[in-house]
């Protein structure tokens, strides 16, 4: 059985690195058709100005230099993370958990039951422990795209292959392709929120195609997590 991981590993094979508006709306009662009460009407040109709406800013996006600078800029300055994580495999399975980051070089993902997996990077391995099935298989971790985690220092241009930038009202969407990862080429999607420019989801393309999204919820980058959590254990 294949099974993804939130850096599109498998457990046979390293493969690469892993919010509704409501709008309300009221009608004023009618006036009673024998009402004593007479309002005084309202100035035309007052009630025009006060009914004017303001102009709406036009939508200005990103170029892909001030984007792939501000993705640099959010990844160099985040030295801790603690966030729920939701992850879709590429078989279409969901799985959850809290993922936790202290830079440099550590990390682990603690997924919820009934998953029976953590992935944990000690600062130089990074390992993938089954308890259902007791293994751990351990790789170093610039075999995988945990980098863009985990470095202390982030070059995207540098590091990686540009492929593409796109920039809309509701996401900053930047493509990168990693040819120096175990299992070869992997493309990763990094998609980041345009009004405070944290990374809210990436989507992984292994070498053999198969994706993995991991969105991130609720994130804190002020708690420092627990040492012991990056101890790797068999």
């Given at each position: 059985m294949r099974l993804g991981l939130p850096f599109g590993l498998t457990l046979s094979l390293a493969l690469c690195f892993a919010c509704a508006n409501a709008a309300s709306s009221f009608a004023a009662a009618p006036e009673p058709l024998h009402?004593?009460?007479?309002?005084?009407?309202?100035?035309?040109?007052?009630?025009?100005?006060?009914?004017?709406?303001?102009?709406?800013?036009?939508?200005?996006?990103?170029?892909?230099?001030?984007?792939?600078?501000?993705?640099?800029?959010?990844?160099?300055?985040?030295?801790?993370?603690?966030?729920?994580?939701?992850?879709?495999?590429?078989?279409?399975?969901?799985?959850?958990?809290?993922?936790?980051?202290?830079?440099?070089?550590?990390?682990?993902?603690?997924?919820?039951?009934?998953?029976?997996?953590?992935?944990?990077?000690?600062?130089?391995?990074?390992?993938?422990?089954?308890?259902?099935?007791?293994?751990?298989?351990?790789?170093?971790?610039?075999?995988?795209?945990l980098k863009f985690l985990l470095k202390d220092h982030i070059d995207l241009a540098k590091?990686?292959?540009?492929?593409?930038?796109?920039?809309?009202?509701?996401?900053?969407?930047?493509?990168?392709e990693d040819q120096r990862v175990f299992g070869g080429t992997s493309?990763?999607?990094?998609?980041?929120d345009p009004a405070t420019f944290t990374l809210k989801q990436w989507q992984v393309t292994d070498p053999q195609g198969y994706e993995t999204l991991v969105s991130l919820f609720n994130q804190d980058f002020t708690t420092v997590p627990n040492p012991a959590f990056f101890q790797i254990y068999k």
């Open positions: 009402s004593k009460a007479v309002s005084k009407p309202a100035s035309p040109h007052r009630s025009a100005q006060q009914a004017k709406p303001e102009p709406a800013k036009p939508f200005v996006p990103l170029t892909p230099a001030e984007a792939i600078q501000k993705a640099d800029n959010y990844f160099n300055r985040t030295k801790t993370m603690i966030a729920d994580f939701v992850q879709i495999g590429a078989d279409g399975r969901r799985s959850e958990g809290k993922v936790f980051v202290e830079k440099p070089g550590r990390l682990r993902f603690e997924y919820a039951a009934p998953a029976t997996l953590d992935v944990i990077a000690d600062g130089t391995t990074v390992a993938v422990i089954d308890h259902k099935v007791g293994s751990i298989q351990q790789y170093f971790i610039w075999q995988t795209p590091d990686t292959k540009v492929l593409n930038v796109t920039s809309d009202p509701d996401e900053v969407a930047i493509l990168v493309r990763i999607k990094l998609i980041f």
